[in-house]
């Protein structure tokens, strides 16, 4: 058997993409994700093999009959690597790549580079590398001969072949390290978000599937609120953004809000990930409401509406009020006719800014409709309080009298019982 190829260069390595469909469950949406995932990592795919199964085959995937195929076809197309669209055991790992003298790796593992290559800061990285590690420490078997190559390429970022070549015992140390140092920086985002609270701003969570526009729609209320210097990254692929972003959004002289951009889900999303991300998308837990952000122009939009929903109920997020935005109406027709309707789906375009406005409206009544209209009388020796009411709150009519500083204003049912006592 010749040697294996290495991944030199991400940019120019080829692939053949290949799935097992089950019965009559119909792969062709994961088979266009999983080329649209292998575009995101880098790799150029020249060819897609699918085959048709009762069963998985677990000594090599698929049957004996297609693994030839796939041998030759990896000569024919010069390919470097082979994606399979399932997760694959160690055992079928290594006897795909003795077939075919190529590099193998499945969905997960090119997932999971992705987020290893996009992941910025500190706890992103750890997040990733703890999801590789828990993900290869069963298969070291399998990863044994590609690990012990020194050549790079997909599925080698991370953690890095030094790690993956030593003992399982050194590699469940290098978890528990990982998930302490996790630990740490959780603490840190608690207390953070204890700071958050003792504001008493509303926050509203941006999520659901990858590249539907969440960080698009983040830019776009930044730039309506004059906060353009603190956008977030954008751009049209899967996974452009991993790491959370909250950002204040003033939309009155009196209404703030916190608005936390999410990492995007996609189907099948490694549970390992889920689990890693727990921690980043707890933000989303504390939120009094989530735009489940939908891109309307794409075909299967339930389907990703379905895996979005489910992933944000699997993380406890089933009861937090949720209103459905459907985003890149501008390239439907008619969308009224084709997109679902109610009283909680809006309709937007964040690149063109369509719709904004009206979502702006509904976040508003969603999360200030706790607001009164009060009358106050502030003594003139509480001055402080007078100053909370003009910077913090709207302030409606304001008079000096004698007994004080009369006030008309809008509070919130927090502020109403604060300063109650005033109340004329």
Known sequence: MEEKRDVVSETAARAILVGVQLGNVDISYFMKELEQLAEAAGLEVVGVMTQKAERVNPAAYMGNGKLEEL?????????????????????????????T????????????????????????KLQVELAQLQYRLPRLTGFGKALSRTGGG????????KKLETDRRHIARQIDEIR???????????????????????????????????????NTLLYRTEKEEKSVFEKDMLFATLDTALRSIKIDVDKEFIL????????????????AFR?????????????????ASYEDFFFNMNVADRVLN????????????????????????????????????????????????????????????????????????????CEKCKVLKMEYKNEGTYFEVELTKEDYGRYREYMI
Not at 82 to 98: F, Y
């Open 180 to 218: 302490r140092e996790i630990e740490t920086v959780k603490a840190t985002r608690e207390v953070q978000r204890s700071k958050r609270s003792k504001s008493g701003l509303p926050i509203v969570a941006i999520a659901g599937y990858t590249n539907a526009g969440k960080s698009t729609l983040m």
């Open 71 to 99: 041998s030759e076809a990896c000569t024919a197309l010069e390919a470097d690597v082979v994606v399979l669209n399932n997760e694959l055991s160690g055992r079928q790992i290594r006897n795909i790549e003795d077939a």
């Open 154 to 161: 997909i599925g080698t970022r991370g953690p890095g072949e």
């Open 260 to 275: 936390i951009d999410t990492v995007g889900f996609v189907s099948n999303l490694p549970h390992a990930l889920v689990n």
């Open 314 to 389: 699997e993380i406890g997020a089933d009861g937090i009020k949720r209103l459905y935005v459907f985003n890149k109406v501008d390239k439907v027709e008619n969308y009224k006719d084709v997109l679902p309707g109610g009283p909680d789906c809006l309709y937007i375009s964040a690149k063109t800014g369509y719709g904004i406005d009206e979502l702006v409206d509904r976040i508003s009544k969603e999360i200030f409709n706790d607001r009164v209209i009060v009358e106050l009388m502030i003594p003139y020796d509480k001055g402080g309080i007078s100053s909370y009411l």
């Open 101 to 124: 003298g190529v590099k193998v790796i499945d969905r997960t593992i090119l997932i999971l580079d992705i987020f290893a290559s996009r992941a910025t800061s500190g706890e992103g």
């Open 279 to 295: 921690s980043t998308l707890e933000e989303i837990l504390y939120a009094d409401v989530i735009l489940h952000v939908v891109d």
